[in-house]
């Protein structure tokens, strides 16, 4: 029998509540808003966020945070209960080691903008004459082609973007970027070294870090001259135009709250043997991070109507992983102590990068249970960071490293996790038994789950793998092929796995009943 991952850890479950609820507020919660470019979608967006959140992310995170609790096993020996899935960890593990590579370019922007605020003044004050394109000065129409200086600045002189695309490949190596880069992955692995209970530790400066900015940024915000425009611009009637923004929504919520990607099983399985505690910690967890990431979606709404403001017509802001940066600069640069601001809110963003990049290292690092690996488990973390580094040096920390970072967080990052949910709520509902599993719960904590969550486990894998299907046909052609691979590269273990202990089980089987 598989051992616990680290048996009665903590002595009380304050510290352990608190890691669950700090996987929810993290540089996601902070940095990824798909619509934040577009004021017309973003309240549409984050309504649909919040109701896809109640039914179908709330229980999919109580059920992963469960299934750890009972297993007291890793990502992929939780499914020990049910052998034909095992594929879904396998699916877990890869899902968590894109997102892994997608923070570590994030942290290294992060630390960029950290490094570049230390001046006598704010280098995206104005713009710059050697920028191109050219660079437009604030109050007077943006004319087209051109950029706000927190936007050219960043572009320019932090990514050196090429502004072609990937046509040409991904262009030079980018050397301020990759020096960030590998100080981000040192430090990922210094966390990381010292296995949760020590990462805990850690997670109360982050959480009053974040929170604090959030607050202040909140109270700054409401004083810029354009910031309600996200209200009286936004159009509802883009909930009827499509399913792309029904598909967002969804997959925004998993994304957000970690599912699908290993890191609340793991969470789960150091849980301490104590009773009434699952539920209260799921709801806290939520409450948390709709709290930290609607707040923080908001005050980049609030920060991006003021911009329209200066420019009267148009910001020109990309869709993407660079939005939110960029309005985060441009943000700071409109309240007096512009310079301690910014620092402030990149050294979080940085912080918070560092700390979920951190988290999902040790996610990975939890499939290795055997006595054997335990005892080299250094040399095994060591190889991890030393190959996301030098994957993301040659990818991320190229010319063309934004185009990569916005091809994982749209494709490999994010479409995955709703089928991947649906198995799991498959497997547990009709494979192993909704009863059992619950018994089980009650077993190990105490509580029974509620009606709500049952339903919603019961009825959830119907509508997920519909819109998940339905979004194949809506691929723009020319991403199919690139966007597929990863995609498929992520589920086809689900599959791979369930055929062959079908025919295993099938054979065997057909073995004994001969030999009676």
Not at 220 to 237: A, Q
Request: aromatic residues 16%; contains cysteine.
């Amino acid at each position: 029998m598989t051992e616990s991952l680290i048996q009665d850890r903590w002595t009380n479950n304050i510290s352990y509540r608190q890691l669950v609820i700090s996987s929810c507020i993290g540089i996601v919660q902070m940095w990824w808003h798909p619509y934040i470019y577009d004021l017309k979608r973003l309240v549409p967006f984050l309504f649909l966020y919040n109701v896809f959140s109640v039914f179908f992310a709330y229980p999919a995170f109580y059920m992963e945070l469960a299934l750890g609790i009972v297993t007291k096993k890793g990502v992929l020996n939780c499914w020990d209960m049910a052998p034909v899935a095992r594929g879904i960890g396998v699916a877990m593990i890869i899902s968590c080691t894109f997102m892994a590579l997608s923070l570590g370019a994030v942290s290294a922007w992060c630390l960029a903008l950290v490094v570049h605020s230390i001046h006598s003044f704010l280098p995206w004050l104005h713009c710059a004459s050697s920028a191109h394109p050219p660079c437009a000065a604030r109050h007077r129409p943006l004319p087209k082609g051109s950029e706000t200086p927190a936007q050219s600045f960043f572009f320019n002189f932090v990514l050196n973007l090429k502004r072609d695309g990937l046509q040409g490949g991904l262009g030079n190596v980018v050397s301020e970027l990759t020096v960030y880069y590998v100080i981000s992955w040192v430090l990922v692995y210094f966390v990381s070294c010292k296995r949760i209970y020590s990462y805990s530790k850690l997670v109360l400066f982050k959480d009053l870090i974040a929170f604090f900015v959030i607050v202040s940024s909140a109270a700054g915000v409401v004083r810029l001259k354009g910031s309600s425009r996200m209200f009286y611009e936004c159009d509802w009637s883009v909930l009827y135009d499509g399913l792309q923004i029904w598909r967002d929504a969804l997959e925004y919520c998993f994304v957000q709250m970690a599912l699908s990607q290993g890191t609340l099983v793991m969470l789960g399985s150091y849980c301490p043997k104590q009773k009434h505690m699952l539920a209260n910690t799921s709801m806290y967890a939520f409450a948390v991070s709709k709290l930290s990431c609607t707040a923080s979606a908001l005050i980049l709404g609030a920060a991006h109507g003021a911009l329209y403001k200066d420019y009267d017509n148009s910001t020109n802001i990309w869709k993407g992983s660079s939005s939110s940066l960029i309005i985060w600069a441009d943000y700071v640069t409109r309240i007096p102590g512009s310079q301690f601001w910014s620092v402030l809110i990149f050294f979080t963003l940085f912080v918070l990068s560092i700390s979920s990049t951190a988290l999902l290292v040790q996610t990975i690092m939890s499939t290795f249970t055997g006595r054997l690996v335990r005892k080299i488990t250094w040399a095994f973390l060591i190889l991890i960071c030393v190959l996301f580094c030098f994957i993301g040096i040659i990818t991320l920390c190229t010319q063309g490293g934004m185009y990569i970072l916005n091809f994982l967080m749209t494709w490999p990052v994010s479409k995955p996790r709703t089928p991947i949910a649906a198995f799991v709520a498959i497997v547990i509902t009709y494979v192993y038994g909704q009863t059992t599993f619950c018994e089980d719960i009650y077993f190990a904590v105490g509580e029974y789950p509620c009606v709500f969550l049952r339903i919603c486990w019961a009825l959830a894998p119907v509508p997920l793998l519909i819109f998940f299907v339905s979004g194949i046909a809506s691929w723009p052609l020319a991403d199919i092929v690139a966007g597929w691979i990863p995609v498929m590269l992520t589920l086809v273990p689900v599959a791979v796995y369930m055929i062959f202990y079908l025919v295993f089980k099938f054979r065997v089987r057909n073995i004994v009943g001969t030999e009676k």
